[in-house]
């Protein structure tokens, strides 16, 4: 059953904006978020900015909004095949609970000047 979705779309001038202030990247994202995402040469910005996206996305599908949530508690990566996928600990664990959710199921994708996240929060069915 889902229990919530969430969508989100990121300018990506604005991850350029926060690649020049010292410290703000190691702010919101995790040291191995920003491993992965700094690695991609070119691509980074788009990818951090997507990562972004879906942290926003993951607020709107708990219902929260980000408020109680440490962004790098919510850490963006993907799998062997590329997939994205999305590893909580912490308050963003705990708010997935709250919300009756289980499965985190997360859609990426960017281009030229914006990127976008997509969060669908599965929880479990209750029969009646």
């Not at 919530?4 to 926060?18: A, F, K, M, N």
């Not at 070119?42 to 951090?48: H, I, R």
């Not at 590329?82 to 609970?97: E, Q, R, V, Y």
Request: with cysteine; glycine share 12%; proline share 2%.
């Amino acid at each position: 059953m889902i229990v919530g979705i969430g969508l989100d779309v990121v300018h990506v001038t604005r991850l350029e904006r926060w690649r020049k202030i010292p410290g703000l990247l190691e702010r919101y994202f995790h040291p191995e978020e920003l491993q992965a995402a700094l690695g991609k040469g070119s691509g980074a910005t788009l990818s951090l900015a997507a990562r972004f996206a879906a942290k926003e996305a993951f607020g709107k599908a708990v219902g929260t909004g980000l408020s109680g949530i440490t962004l790098k508690n919510i850490l963006v990566l993907n799998n062997h095949n590329g997939k994205p996928c999305m590893m909580l600990s912490g308050n963003a664990l705990d708010a997935l609970t709250r919300c009756g959710g289980k499965t985190v199921h997360l859609s990426l994708t960017h281009e030229r000047d914006n990127a976008l996240a997509m969060v669908v929060i599965e929880g479990e069915d209750h029969e009646q």
